[in-house]
């Protein structure tokens, strides 16, 4: 059986490079050989063990490829085709999904509803650290690249660009709101781009790593907050005359940063989570208003299928954003471990990895 090189979680703490199979094609999947992908903090959470998958797993959820191969029953599409795939692969046939959640399009069990059920890769099957992904349901999931867009250009779309702009979508943001987004990340900058788009006038970004500030403004922050020199919350309220943000936009998870969030929304303002928590968090009751500020808590997984990856390359092609810049290191698949040391430990100003095979 023909083999692959692939990131493969062995326990937390420890992905490796290894050999494995390159993957079966059933009659609606098909195989893409990977030509670029990346690491995001998800992995880091699964590399610490803060979310458990199974061991043995490819890790990874981002792929740009080429088709390989394509299932019996798969049409409309053609192998030697770039294409990409979002992080989140619905099947359309769930409950979830046919409620129109199809970031949840996960089985139901005679326990209740399995949460997070449409990211798969990386969690429930294989991922895209590896040569080559099976892409389940392909019609629904694979998403052709225009011509004259490279790979870097489309990589954020999978999650990253996805997932920050779904931050400004959930919390509803109306021509001249003011926003402000905490923390400056990956997620966090397209959440600050996602934001002018959507016709927000005024855009506040918390952070204080100085490169993560400088991108903030060039993906349209009017101003920066260096959370090391200046209380956030009170710096945010003098810039909005004590009167709050219409959406705050919580892209770290951390149990500061989302009740710094809150206690910045005006009245009936709406609190967009995108972090990912790995330990309980607790709403302060006066920061709450006692739940009777007529707040809006809204929390979202990453929006994944072809329709969503052709709008957000449509985005790309327009030349209304440039994610290249967020990429700012480049490794090859064999150097993926040296990869994960270098993203989960945060050095040299890393924001984003590409990984080619």
Known sequence: MAKMKAAIFVEPGRIVLDEKPI????????LVRITTTTICGTDVHILKGEYTVEKGLTIGHEPVGIIEKLGSAVQGL???QRVVAGAICTSGHSHAALCGCHAQDGPGTPH???PLGGWKFGNTIDGSQAEYLLVPDAMANL???PEGLTDEQVLMCPDIMSTGFSGAESGK???GDTVVVFAQGPIGLCATAGARMMGATTII???SVPARMEMARRMGADHVIDFNAHDPVAEIMRLTKGRGVDVAIEALGRQSTFEGALRV???GGTLSSLGVYSEDLKIPLDAFLAGLGDHTIRTTLCPGGKERMRRLMDVIASGRIDTRPLVTHRFSLDQIE?????FANQRDGVLKIAITP
Request: net charge negative.
């Open 23 to 30: 993957p079966e094609v059933g009659p609606l999947d098909a």
């Open 78 to 80: 053609a192998e030697g």
């Open 112 to 114: 209740g509803w399995k």
């Open 143 to 145: 998403a052709l690249v």
């Open 173 to 175: 943001i109306q021509i």
């Open 205 to 207: 970004a918390v952070d």
């Open 265 to 267: 929304l005006r009245p």
């Open 338 to 342: 040296a990869a994960y040391d270098l």
